[in-house]
């Protein structure tokens, strides 16, 4: 049997078993017909005879006679019921104004191709890349003209897009509430709204404009719009998110002397705040007790901002006399400042503590420890944060001062521990290459 006698047979050959009636968007009739469901034998043929006639396409679904290509251009693919849709039916879907001839060939996604051989296909993806129904055969992603020859691919086509296409407006990301609606609803038109993630619709849910609530969370969420026009209906989808400033999850210093909060007077160290998602935030806004500053403020002001990622660590310099305050870090981004993180800090004469130096911090290839006084360490280990010791050295030289190879030890946030005797200092150090 002739390849192309097979295709006839399958494309058009089927017997009509009933009818239904549907609607264009813009509410002209069009009438189905069903077939009767394929043999397996004709699932096989079809298969068989689709990979060798066209073998490189990507075969979305089987053969099936429940539906053909111009249904599923002009009615399934945007969710309508799936029916044999003969011509001149398709041609009803522009004749009626739902659909719009384009006259330049364009690439748009969505736009409707028409055949002159009798056949209809979406433009899903780059370069005329289409999906499309081979009558009874299966569901296809094509090249536009990658079809069996009876469609005429090389022949003129015809281009048609949507007469209405909902489109959300309103911005993202939420601060606390936001509005949002379809800009171009056409009169007599209904929309009904929902939403996902940590969001709440506020007030009714089918009024345009909507009023969209981001209860006070973090998080992303879809907002779609289903719309409702004449015999049509017609879905629209937003991303959104929430970006409150929330109060930092922590705020740490780096490399503290005798415990984690428990530092010398008039002494430089790295001070680290994080949180959720922080490059979310434009800055850290930064209030350290009387008597500190820091290089970064410039000048070595009390209270400052920094922004950017890399610059929620700071250097900071406590000051000269031991005392017990509060730092305050806070985030702020284009919604404002969010709450404060407070920690209590002291400083005390260190006088009675093994008073050391670990330095570059972040550090690149290698990490130096130093000690000062007369009582040298016994051993220094890097660990990280699983416990895990990465090096280890023996100070058995007695040395004041030693360097630590940190070529072989990933980016990250590492502790370095130096032992004297039973004392133990615990440092935090940043590893960045």
């Not at 097979?6 to 078993?17: H, P, R, Y």
């Not at 969505?110 to 009558?135: F, M, N, P, Q």
């Not at 404009?209 to 879809?222: E, F, L, M, Q, R």
């Not at 032992?419 to 590893?431: A, E, H, L």
Request: net charge neutral; hydrophobic share 30%; glycine share 8%.
């Amino acid at each position: 049997m002739k390849l192309k006698y097979k295709l006839t047979l399958l494309l058009i050959g089927l017997f009509l078993t009933g009818f239904s009636q549907y609607y264009t968007p813009n509410c002209t009739p069009i009438y189905s017909t069903y077939q009767p469901p394929l043999t397996q034998w004709q699932i096989d043929d079809a298969n068989y005879t689709q990979q060798m006639i066209r073998p490189n396409v990507v075969k979305l679904e089987e053969p099936t006679s429940s539906y053909n290509c111009h249904n599923y251009a002009w009615v399934k693919r945007d969710g309508g019921a799936p029916f044999w849709l003969t011509t001149p039916g398709d041609d009803t879907f522009w004749d009626d104004g739902s659909y719009t001839e384009v006259t330049t060939n364009t690439n748009e996604l969505e736009l409707r191709v028409s055949y002159t051989g009798d056949h209809s296909a979406v433009i899903t993806g780059s370069s005329y890349e289409c999906t499309s129904k081979w009558g009874a055969w299966g569901l296809y992603i094509h090249d536009i003209n990658y079809v069996p020859a009876g469609y005429l691919p090389g022949s003129t086509k015809k281009y048609y897009k949507k007469s209405f296409v909902p489109v959300i407006s309103g911005s993202s990301p939420i601060c606390s509430t936001q509005m949002y609606s379809i800009s171009n609803l056409p009169v007599g038109a209904t929309v009904t709204w929902s939403i996902t993630g940590p969001f709440i619709i506020n007030g009714s849910a089918t009024a345009n404009p909507v009023d969209i609530w981001s209860a006070g969370s973090h998080g992303s969420g879809v907002l779609t719009a289903t719309i409702t026009y004449l015999c049509g209906t017609y879905t629209a989808t937003k991303e959104i998110a929430s970006q409150l400033p929330p109060k930092p999850d922590y705020v740490e210093i780096m490399d503290p002397h005798g415990g984690e909060m428990n530092l010398c007077p008039n002494q430089t160290y790295y001070m680290e705040v994080g949180g959720y998602n922080t490059s979310l935030y434009s800055q850290v806004n930064w209030y350290l007790p009387p008597g500190w500053s820091s290089p970064t403020a410039g000048g070595g002001s009390n209270t400052f901002s920094t922004t950017g990622l890399l610059a929620f660590m700071i250097q900071i310099t406590t000051g000269s006399t031991p005392t017990t305050d509060i730092l305050t870090a806070t985030f702020t981004n284009s919604c404002g400042q969010g709450e404060a993180r407070l920690v209590w800090v002291s400083t005390q004469t260190c006088g009675g503590y093994l008073k050391t130096s670990v330095y570059p911090n972040p550090a690149n290839s290698e990490i130096s420890i130093q000690v000062e006084g007369e009582t040298p360490f016994d051993v220094v280990k890097i660990l990280n944060q699983k416990g895990e010791v990465l090096v280890s050295y023996n100070n058995k030289q007695k040395l004041s001062k030693v360097s630590l190879d940190t070529r072989n030890i990933p980016n990250g946030r590492y502790f370095v521990h130096i032992y004297r005797g039973k004392t133990i200092s615990k440092k935090q150090i940043i590893v960045s290459h």
